[in-house]
Structures are given as C-alpha cells and as structure tokens.
C-alpha cells in the first residue's frame, strides 16, 4: 500500500499561484498512475489532473487546462508528484487529494488517497 502526504495548500489571491505536492513513502509509487482530485464544500470530490507512472502522459479537467501542469518525480527514494496551479480563480478553493492507481486512464479506480490540503482562493 502506497502512503501519500499532501503539502503546498494555503492561501492565495486571485490570479496567484500555488504549487502542491504529494510525496509517497513506498518504492511501488515508481509504478503507479497518479491522481489529483479536489473537494469543494458541500460538493463532490472531482478529478483535476492524472500522470502515467513514467510521467509520460497526462490529462486534465476541461476547466484546469493551460493553468495547471501535474508532473512527478521518481528517483532512488524520492518519489513526489506535483500539481502546478497558475492563474488561480475563487473557484478552485478545495481541498485538494492526490491519489494512487496501478493503471492510467480516465475513470479509473484510485486506491491509496493522501489526507489532503486545503487551496483557498481570495477574490
């Protein structure tokens, strides 16, 4: 079972930027797909960005695209995944999951899902 720990949350203006990270404490992330989700109060949890296990695909939300980059990093023992968010609108404020899965793909099945981390876009 991958461990993932989510950090890189806060507080940030309107048209700022933050960038997230998700480090995961085992060997086997290296061959994982990896997921970033994010929950809005009161709402569902939403997929945002998804990156094969060698970094060499990747898929975003229709409302993410151009403003977000997820991309990861795989050494001896290191293995972190990256979300990237620019341009940052109100509306993104959530609490942000990153997330584990043994295939690629839209729709697919997560099985490991960090604690999370709290986005919060001022006006």
């Known amino acids: 079972q991958v461990q993932l720990v989510e950090s890189g949350g806060g507080l940030v203006q309107a048209g700022g930027s933050l960038r997230l990270s998700c480090a995961a404490s085992?060997?086997?992330?290296?061959?994982?797909?990896m997921g970033w989700f994010r929950q809005a109060p009161g709402k569902e949890r939403v997929f945002v960005a998804t990156?094969?296990?060698?970094?060499?695909?990747?898929?975003?939300a229709d409302s993410v695209k151009g403003r977000f980059t997820i991309s990861r990093y795989n050494a001896m023992n290191t293995f972190t995944v990256y979300l990237q968010m620019n341009s940052l609108k109100p509306e993104v404020t959530a609490v942000y999951y990153c997330?584990?899965?043994?295939?690629?793909?839209?729709?697919?099945?997560?099985?490991?899902w960090g604690q999370g981390t709290q986005v919060t876009v001022s006006p």
């Open positions: 990156i094969s296990s060698l970094g060499s695909t990747r898929s975003y």
């Open positions: 085992c060997r086997t992330f290296s061959n994982s797909a």
């Open positions: 997330a584990a899965t043994p295939i690629y793909g839209l729709g697919v099945v997560y099985d490991d």
